[in-house]
């Protein structure tokens, strides 16, 4: 159970924080150009956090108690697969989880 | 002589497509996080006020695996980081706009707002502030509020669904499928490769500090490679 102080610490401090985010050019800093090796770090963001964030969860799910499931990577190559050949975010979310349903009845 | 209004109608048919993407994810947020323990209000006011996808998603995984809060919102904002390069692009559009337009601008600038925007204001540098705002303002009429909405229908729907369906693995799917239209270059992937290893190398860290450091090795990877690819 997500205790409730957290989680409203958690909604208003990212609202606030992702607002900053959003406010800090448009509203304060003005046109003058971000220093060239900081939007080179910053086009990258994206792509690092979120396999940072995913692997360990491929790997060790908690739902398995941590034990690797030949399951969910089956789902994630799936997934991984059929993203990358068709750039479509929902036909990848689609297929891995057609892939975690029909493996789950395979494998038992 | 185009209208604000016609503007704001182009506005609203550039942001339309972009429902296609916004349902799903809003339905499966509500759905994950009332399967996370959170009320309807909770759930639609973490939408409301956080009004971003991924971060939103991030921060549920990483509440529910009880991580220090403060680990929560740095991982998070780091997410969101992309979000002050939207501003530092938007800006030279809508930045002779009032404090207070700038500030609504502000909080509805997320990635698809952004894309239709930024998009449309390369092909069309000779529109005046007001049209600009104008198409703005409608390309997020079909993208922000259809976000709280479709949010609140997963609540609804989340409330329905049993709690033990295989949901666990929702979450980690919905990134994998982010993550793959998003290896744009060589660089995006070296990225993403050195991330994922670091962080399986360094899960042994606690308050899932593993997922900070490798998130920024594989952004200072992905820049490095970007760097020297352009020599």
């Not at chain 1, 957290?6 to 406010?23: K, N, Q, T």
């Not at chain 2, 998009?119 to 922000?144: D, N, R, S, V, Y």
Request: hydrophobic fraction near 55%; include cysteine.
């Amino acid at each position: 159970m997500i205790d409730r102080g957290d989680l409203w610490l958690v909604i208003l401090g990212l609202g606030l924080g992702s607002f900053a985010l959003r406010f800090l050019f448009l509203g304060l800093v003005g046109d003058r150009p971000l220093p060239e090796w900081l939007t080179r770090h910053l086009r990258y963001t994206a792509v690092a956090m979120m396999p940072a964030l995913v692997a360990p969860l491929v790997a060790w799910p908690a739902a398995t108690g941590g034990q690797t499931d030949p399951l969910r990577l089956l789902a994630t190559a799936a997934t991984l697969g059929v993203g990358l050949l068709t750039k479509n975010v929902i036909l990848a979310i689609l297929s891995g989880a057609v892939a975690m349903v029909a493996g789950g009845y395979l494998l038992g | 002589m185009p209208t604000p209004s016609s503007n704001y109608w182009q506005g609203f048919q550039a942001g339309l497509p972009f429902l296609l993407v916004i349902a799903p994810f809003g339905t499966l947020f509500g759905v994950l996080a009332t399967e996370a323990g959170l009320t309807v209000f909770e759930t639609l006011s973490f939408s409301v006020v956080v009004i971003a996808g991924a971060a939103q998603f991030v921060s549920l995984q990483m509440l529910q695996d009880h991580v220090p809060t403060l680990i929560v919102l740095a991982s998070a904002l780091a997410v969101n980081l992309r979000m002050a390069m939207y501003s530092a692009a938007i800006t030279p559009h809508l930045g002779g706009l009032p404090l207070w337009k700038r500030a609504l601008s502000a909080y509805f600038l997320v990635d698809q707002t952004y894309a239709a925007s930024a998009l449309e204001f390369e092909k069309h540098p000779e529109k005046t502030l007001a049209q600009k705002f104008a198409f703005f303002m409608g390309a997020m009429t079909p993208i922000c509020p259809p976000w709280y909405a479709f949010t609140l229908l997963g609540a609804w729907l989340g409330e329905a669904v049993p709690a033990d369906f295989g949901l666990d693995f929702a979450l980690p799917i919905a990134f994998l499928a982010m993550i793959a239209p998003a290896l744009r270059t060589g660089a995006h992937v070296v990225a993403a490769l050195v991330a994922t290893l670091a962080t399986l190398l360094l899960a042994f860290l606690p308050y899932n500090l593993g997922v900070l450091c490798a998130a920024t090795l594989g952004m200072a990877a992905g820049a490095e490679t970007e760097r020297r690819m352009q020599k």
